[in-house]
């Protein structure tokens, strides 16, 4: 088995040299192509292989660095729900941690005054997060570009500066909350790095397979159509402010949840994690890996979350190297490291079902523009074949 | 819902639209009646695309009405245009694109589906089913402007008349009762032209009315019933193209009159 996934890595890679067959070669490696039971036995294994890596990874890593792949696994859900807004529908929005922020406090005053348990907690903070997002984004849904940008910017500033100034005497102002009661599931407390790692990678495994079914459906192309040309999406029928909302609060909800899972894991909520700083961290992550792509906004968040973590030595460069590395990503490589593949349909079954350009023919029959062509009307050029073919020469 | 067969698909009555001083439409008027294809022609800059843009929704008419099928949808946004059953194709290519031609035809189906996020997350039943139904009808509408080999090629990779064709596509994949095409025959050749002279009538076969913006004479001479001109934004002369060809006013929006010809000859005013 090794020696085929070589093989076909190596395949790959002699591909992958050439210009536009790159894509081909990341489309592949996303949607491998079927190539019988061996293949399938390949990718099955692979992903025994990767599911045992991932359930075995705390022991190996110890407590300091699970804690690590915690922080990062929550950024790398965080930047999927932003991933909705400004991957798919390519909304420039840059205050995602104001959503966050309201997930967070929700569960933390619950908690703190109403003792409330945690998890209870959870749909509730996705739910507010929503609501403020739906609250927050109708009146500047309509608005383009940097436009949008700025004001999102202008969101979590406001956002931070209410919980700051200790709002309604609920937030405690700059020393925030202090949670003292954990997560708890069937009467196993979620305390220890260990706990949450597993916690948070369902909730990651969960986000992951939902937002790929969202992706690859109406909703996703509905979307991808705002962010192509949202004039042309208004004209053929696609409710385009409907759908920005929509992305909106979808991508807040999730935060809003996640601010659940950062409180209880964090256990003290205060305004300085949920700053404009941290909503740049994350649209980064999104832009850097590749807006639109699942496996790009989690390389993304591997890349900026961890690796300032892992050269820590390098500390005073730290920041020197990632702004170059933004630069040089912006001019080599603005799709994101790894762009979105290419949604497959499954249309064989309706190929030649419906004979081409039959109309056309039709009519050409009718008028008889062309007597030799009423004998056998398969042998008439379709209108494509003719566009192909005789068009060239414009 | 039945349709009675004396309302016209499309009235205009009495549209104005002014962009600052400039008075782009005019008091236009006309009809565009059931199964018709309709042309409008009027010199660059006469209010064409403006017209189109009124009666899609793009653009707020400052008076008059717009009657499709006896319902006034002036001032609808475009996307509620849509559902009602009026497609458009753009004088500018508008595709998606960066999205396979099968997704651009996908995006007319979208106004016809219901499904929404949770149903699409949760791969409900029906969901399904109207994901396969999209599919199928996405393929007939390929199929019907002979692009069906080219659903998974991106729209950005299709030639210039291929990519008026998807447009036209999309467009018919919304269920149109009325398709408003925006020069259809813009940059095509003249192979490509003919074979839109049917294409277009084999639309209108199937029961959808047709209005048509286009320079191309000899193919607005061809398949329109009734042309209407416009000339600084107020219709000049409507009729069968017959009698649009011999209507003086015509001739003189478009060639100019003697005395202007033969100042323009020798130069005298700039």
């Known amino acids: ?82 991933n909705v807004i400004l991957g798919h529908c390519g909304l420039f929005h840059m205050g995602h941690a104001a959503f966050y922020a309201v997930g967070a406090y929700t569960t933390a005053i619950l908690a703190t005054r109403f003792d409330v348990p945690i998890l209870l907690t959870l749909p509730l903070a996705g739910a507010l997060a929503g609501l403020f997002a739906l609250l927050v984004a109708r009146p500047i849904i309509h608005l383009r570009g940097d436009y949008l940008l700025v004001v999102t910017i202008g969101i979590v500033e406001i956002v931070n500066i209410a919980l700051k100034s200790n709002i309604f005497g609920l937030t405690g102002g700059a020393n925030g909350l202090l949670i003292l009661n954990p997560i708890s599931i069937f009467g196993h407390e979620i305390v220890s790095p260990v706990d949450f790692y597993y916690f948070i990678l369902l909730i990651l495994a969960v986000t992951i397979l939902l937002f790929y079914l969202a992706q690859n459906s109406r909703f ?90 892992i050269f820590r030595d390098l500390q005073n460069y730290r920041m020197l190297v990632f702004g170059a590395a933004m630069v040089a990503m912006m001019i080599f490589r603005p799709q994101g490291l790894m762009p979105p593949g290419r949604r497959r349909y499954k249309v064989g079954q309706f190929l030649g079902r419906f004979p081409a350009g039959a109309a056309l023919r039709r009519n050409k029959q009718l008028e008889g523009a062309d007597p030799t062509a009423l004998t056998d009307p398969a042998d008439l050029p379709s209108l494509a074949d003719l566009a192909n073919g005789e068009g060239k020469g414009r | 819902m039945d349709r009675l067969p004396n309302v016209p698909v499309l009235t205009l009555a009495g549209l104005y639209k002014r962009f600052g001083g400039l008075v782009a439409v005019n008091n236009v008027s006309f009809t565009v009646p059931q199964g018709a294809i309709i042309g409008l022609i009027g010199p660059n800059g006469a209010g064409k695309t403006t017209v189109f843009n009124l009666i899609t929704g793009n653009y707020k008419p400052d008076q008059g009405a717009v009657l499709f099928e006896g319902r006034d949808i002036a ?3 475009p996307h509620c245009v849509v559902e009602l059953g009026v497609a458009r194709t753009f004088q500018n290519i508008r595709l998606f694109q960066g999205m396979s031609a099968l997704e651009n035809v996908l995006a007319g189906r979208h106004c016809r589906m219901k499904s929404g996020v949770i149903s699409s997350m949760f791969r409900l039943p029906g969901q399904r089913r109207e994901e396969k139904q999209a599919l199928e009808r996405a393929m007939k509408e390929l199929a019907f402007v002979g692009l069906e080999k080219q659903y998974d090629n991106l729209a950005r990779n299709l030639s210039y008349g291929n990519q008026r064709l998807l447009e036209v596509a999309r467009a018919l994949a919304t269920d149109p009762r009325l398709l408003i095409l925006d020069e259809p025959a813009g940059g095509m050749n003249d192979q490509e032209t003919q074979d839109l002279v049917h294409l277009i009538r084999a639309i209108r076969d199937l029961g959808i009315s047709v209005l048509l913006i286009e320079h191309d004479m000899s193919l607005v001479m061809k398949i329109c019933d009734n042309l209407v001109v416009l000339e600084y934004g107020a219709v000049i002369a409507t009729g069968s193209p017959a009698e649009i060809r011999r209507n003086p006013k015509v001739i003189e929006a478009y060639l100019g009159t003697d005395s202007e010809a033969a100042e323009a000859a020798s130069g005298g005013r700039a």
């Open chain 1, 220 to 309: 996703g192309r509905a979307l991808n159509y705002i962010k192509q040309d949202e004039l042309a999406a208004e004209s053929t029928g696609v409710n385009t402010a409907h759908y920005k909302l929509a992305a909106f609060v979808l991508g807040a909800v999730w935060a809003g949840m996640l601010g659940t899972v950062f409180a209880a894991k964090i256990e003290t909520v205060s305004p300085g994690s949920f700053s404009y700083a941290q909503s740049v961290l994350l649209f980064a992550i999104v832009i850097l890996g590749g807006p639109g792509s699942i496996t790009g906004v989690l390389l993304g968040a591997f890349l900026i979350i961890s690796l300032p973590e």
């Open chain 2, 75 to 77: 001032g609808l946004k």
């Open chain 1, 1 to 82: 088995m090794i020696r085929r996934a070589a093989h076909q890595l190596r395949r790959y890679r002699a591909r992958s040299v050439l210009g536009p067959e790159r894509y081909v070669f990341l489309a592949e490696w996303r949607n491998p192509p079927r190539s019988g039971p061996s293949g399938l036995g390949l990718s099955v294994g692979l992903s025994l292989a990767l599911v045992t890596m991932l359930l075995t990874l705390p022991s190996v890593l110890g407590l300091y660095w699970t804690d690590l792949v915690n922080d990062m696994m929550i950024y790398a859900v965080l930047a999927l729900s932003l």
